[in-house]
């Protein structure tokens, strides 16, 4: 068999039974490996790049796709032994909306019998946690500070219920507590706020072209520091977002670099893809074309 479907039968709503149904009606070269918990689908991504498939599909949101990706990495030349496929089931699915992958999945199984594949940067992120320092790859987001407390706060019973809007109710809760300064430093350039994101594409929380430089090819990554997040700013940091002006002088700090390394004046926790994994300080680097990603014809364009 060829690819190999690693199956978050946990995602959110009728995504996960309906995609089930739909691909044991298809016929095709594939196996189905459902996950069984948090870490599984690391786990089972490795063992399929071991068994020879030459492309494992994440199938559920952001955090499945992320294990998946890890996994590859975890088995010796998995990055050039297998091309990484993402069938999109979770609440917001940012990186398939970055490839222009259709969110409905009778239209995406196609792509990954037959799509073309694209060489992206990946983004490495090394940080602290209680067992100590762990590495980890991302391929859309990392962040710090306010965000990451936000993700740390989600209900996640919350999340299956309403989906996007428990990241907005567990930001809002973020506000109320202490938000701790955040560093980052590139090269001479060194800025503190307390919401710090490092992007390898545009998009964050959906469709949001936050890192309007970005480029999963180019070689860097982007990340935009806000100096302050509070009650009184986030209405004007939102307002600038829409029209255009979040970047303007005075406001919110864009750069673009090969590395960045982020501290922090108290606990901060790092979030990548939406998922918190440890804390800071951390190193976040790029390493270019890494990836071999099963993406439509017009994810050409996007990337």
Known sequence: MSICVIFNPAARGDKARKFRSYLEKTR??????????????RRLATEA??????TIVAAGGDGTLNEVLNGLSDAPGG??????GVLPLGTINVFARELSVPLDVRKVWPLLETGSELRLDLGCAEYQTTAGPERRYFAQLAGAGW?????????????????????????????NGDRPKVTITCGSEKYTGELILIGNGRFYGGS???FHKGDLQDGVLDAVVFPTVNWQSLPGHLFDFVRGRLFKEGGSIYLQGREFFLESSGRAGLQLEGELVGELPARVSVVPKALRMVAP???????
């Open 208 to 210: 949001f072209p936050i």
């Open 28 to 41: 095709g070269d594939w196996a189905l490996k459902p996950t069984t918990g948090p870490g599984s689908a």
């Open 297 to 303: 014809l017009s994810a050409k364009a996007a990337a």
């Open 147 to 175: 965000d990451a407390r936000s993700v740390e706060l989600v209900n996640w019973e919350l999340k299956k219920k309403i989906g996007p809007g428990a990241y907005v109710m567990a930001g809002f809760q973020a506000l």
């Open 79 to 84: 990055f050039e032994s297998a091309r990484l």
């Open 49 to 54: 790049v071991q068994d020879g498939f030459k």
